[in-house]
Nanobody, 129 residues
Framework: QVQLVESGGGSVQAGGSLRLSCAAF???????????MAWFRQAPGKEREGVAV???????TYADSVKGRFTISQDNARNSLYLQMNSLKFEDTAMYYC????????????????????WGQGTQVTVSS
């Protein structure tokens, strides 16, 4: 069983930066079998949306709304996932979740929340304008 724990959220002014972290706990074998890890977010009254995905080979996929501003990365040695968020906007305010799955999802499904098996509890990001 894999457990995911997010950290790094907080409050920041528009234009600022934050770095989110996600630590994966469980058997080492289980972590390396995670083909994809991702960040999702959910604002009040809105559906959970995919932000960024990184595959085990390091390839990435981003939502159009964050391209050029957010960077997803992973550290296999530390069983960790990161999201560097720059040039934050008010509309980036949301609860951010780390997610993972063992399957290799097709490109058109990589940002679909329903495809992911493992989820963290979330970390709040608030951007003031």
């Amino acid at each position: 069983q894999v457990q995911l724990v997010e950290s790094g959220g907080g409050s920041v002014q528009a234009g600022g930066s934050l770095r989110l972290s996600c630590a994966a706990f469980g058997y080492t074998y289980s972590f390396y079998s995670l083909y994809q890890m991702a960040w999702f977010r959910q604002a009040p009254g809105k559906e959970r949306e995919g932000v960024a995905v990184i595959n085990r080979d390091g390839s990435t996929t981003y939502a159009d709304s964050v391209k050029g501003r957010f960077t997803i990365s992973q550290d296999n040695a530390r069983n960790s996932l990161y999201l560097q968020m720059n040039s934050l906007k008010f509309e980036d305010t949301a609860m951010y979740y780390c997610a993972a799955d063992r399957r290799a999802l097709p490109l058109h499904r990589k940002l679909a929340a329903t495809e992911y098996t493992y989820w963290g509890q979330g970390t709040q990001v608030t951007v003031s304008s």
